[in-house]
Every structure is written in structure tokens, then in C-alpha cells.
């Protein structure tokens, strides 16, 4: 089974401070997405990556940045966190071999909290 | 532990088809269910439903919830080939801290 796990399951930040959140995958998936998720709003996609050190934004990259330097891991960065960067933060991964069509297979969600 | 089901996992259909896709789910202060439709980069969302009964529809596309027996179903009528895609279905619980479940998804796929 496929096993998608997130660094954090709760975070508490300050304003201002540098965020990682990391995401590992062991099913040897070539694409990794990163979302937000907020009540009223679902999922909101912020990057993806389809391959090592390929990165492409979603629909709100802003105040965010990615890193993907293993095939495994995806990073999503916040460079100066504020609060209504609050929210649950979803990693997903998906195999490939159908573009993005593939089923996505998600983690359990870091709840992080910007002070 | 929370817990979404969908079945089938994956279906094939001619166009004209009416397909019905179920969800059934476990979880804990249940707040809200959700499909949602995959066939690009990100899941695109579809319905949300909180109360037993209530059939929303759009368009060919419509589904129920019935929280008694815990599962939703999404229909779609007159399928067309524009409808293959993953449909995921997940579940919100009442706190909003916790992640969305999602259940595993039913791959669609229609034929021409």
C-alpha cells in the first residue's frame, strides 16, 4: 500500500519565521503536489513537481516556494510565514505513467498555526 | 480510525451510460462530505453535502447522502468521453482541524 507521510502533524510558527513542511513517499511516484486546505474553500493546490528538481506552481504559489532534490521528498518552504498562511497542508503523490490522471494518494495533513 | 471507501475502484462505460459511484465512510464528528473530480493536476470540486436527502445536482452529475447508512453515491447520466477521470470522494470532520479523508478514488473510464 501506498504510504505518503508528512514531517509534522501539528506546527506552531511566528510571523516572520522560515517554514519547512516535507513529504516522503515510498511508492517510487514521479509526481508530488502540495495543497492547502481551508474550510469552505477545499483543496488548494500550490506546487507540483513531475520529476527530481522539476517544480511548477499551482494556483496559489504565493508566499510559498518548493524544493524537490530526491525523487521521495518534496519540500514545501514558507520563506517568511504569516498568519493567514494558518491552515492544514496536504502532500500528495501520484505514479506517473498517466500524466497527472493517476490516482493521488495523500497524506495525513500538517496543521500548522501562524502566530 | 477514520475511514473512506469507494467502489468500484475503476469502471468502464459507453457513452449514453448512467453510472453510479459509491462512497461509504466512518468518521468522527462528521462534518461534511465532498467529491471531487481528477483529471488534471489537482482535484476539482464537485459537490459538497452535509444533510441526509438533499440531491444536489449540477449539470448530468448529481448526489445524495444518506448519514444514517453513512455513504454518498454520484451519478452521472448520458456519460461522455470527457467524464473519464478519478472521482474522489473525502470526508470533513466537525473540528476543521484535521486533514480531509479521502477514500482511494473510482477510476472512470468512457468509451466512445
Known amino acids: 500500500d501506498v504510504k505518503v507521510t508528512q514531517s509534522s502533524r501539528y506546527l506552531v510558527k511566528r510571523t516572520g519565521e522560515k517554514v519547512f513542511l516535507e513529504c516522503v513517499q515510498d511508492m517510487d511516484h514521479e509526481n508530488m503536489f502540495w495543497y492547502r486546505q481551508d474550510p469552505g474553500l477545499g483543496l488548494r493546490l500550490i506546487y507540483f513537481s513531475y520529476d527530481v528538481k522539476m517544480k511548477e506552481k499551482g494556483d496559489i504559489p504565493e508566499g510559498y516556494s518548493v524544493s524537490r532534490e530526491k525523487k521521495e521528498r518534496f519540500s514545501l518552504i514558507l520563506e517568511s510565514a504569516s498568519t493567514n498562511q494558518t491552515s492544514m497542508y496536504l502532500c500528495?503523490?501520484?505514479?506517473?505513467?498517466?500524466?497527472?490522471?493517476?490516482?493521488?494518494?495523500f497524506g495525513p495533513g500538517t496543521r500548522l498555526t501562524v502566530l | 480510525e477514520d475511514k473512506v471507501v469507494q467502489s468500484p475502484l475503476s469502471l468502464v462505460v459507453h457513452e449514453g451510460d448512467t453510472v453510479t459511484l459509491n462512497c461509504s465512510y466512518e468518521?468522527?464528528?462528521?462534518?461534511?462530505l465532498l467529491w471531487y473530480k481528477q483529471e488534471k493536476k489537482a482535484p476539482t470540486f464537485l459537490f459538497m453535502l452535509t444533510s441526509s436527502g438533499i440531491e444536489k445536482k449540477s449539470g448530468r452529475l448529481s448526489s445524495i447522502l444518506d448519514k444514517k447508512e453513512l455513504f454518498s453515491i454520484l451519478n452521472i447520466t448520458a456519460t461522455q468521453t470527457g467524464d473519464s477521470a478519478v472521482y474522489l470522494c473525502a470526508v470533513e470532520a466537525i473540528l476543521g482541524n484535521t486533514p480531509l479523508v479521502f477514500g482511494k478514488g473510482t477510476r472512470l473510464s468512457v468509451i466512445a
Open positions: 500528495a503523490s501520484s505514479l506517473g505513467t498517466s500524466g497527472f490522471t493517476d490516482t493521488q494518494y
Open positions: 468518521v468522527t464528528n462528521f462534518r461534511s
